[in-house]
Nanobody
Framework: QVQLVESGGGLVQPGGSLRLSCAAS????????MGWYRQAPGKERELVAN???????NYADSVKGRFTISRNNANNTLYLQMNGLKPQDTAVYYC???????????????WGQGTQVTVSS
């Protein structure tokens, strides 16, 4: 019903930058919130950053000052600008969207397929 297509991952040196994108489409009437999560090998998935329908943002302490989450409401695209990347940022990054269908109150929770980010020399 909801499709999330992620892009922008790759290999980068410490201190480098990457920009992740997530395009949402499908049976979406409105979006309540969008966010980025990541999961490193052997660790649980954790919230990196999210943004609400009102534009409020929230960041994990480990990425504050380095990452910026933003969105394009016209095409339901989410972005994560990652600067000053560190080896510990290495993980699979997942886009997440909480959306609603027309005439329905239930929130639909959707996940992207994940994109690999590797920070290494």
């Amino acid at each position: 019903q909801v499709q999330l297509v992620e892009s922008g991952g790759g290999l980068v040196q410490p201190g480098g930058s990457l920009r992740l994108s997530c395009a949402a489409s499908g049976d979406i009437f409105s979006i309540n919130a969008m966010g980025w999560y990541r999961q490193a090998p052997g660790k649980e998935r954790e919230l990196v950053a999210n943004i609400t329908s009102g534009g409020s943002t929230n960041y994990a302490d480990s990425v504050k000052g380095r990452f910026t989450i933003s969105r394009n409401n016209a095409n339901n695209t989410l972005y994560l600008q990652m600067n000053g990347l560190k080896p510990q940022d290495t993980a699979v990054y997942y886009c997440h969207v909480d959306s609603k269908r027309r005439w329905r109150t239930a929130i639909v929770r959707s996940w992207g397929q994940g994109t690999q980010v590797t920070v290494s020399s």
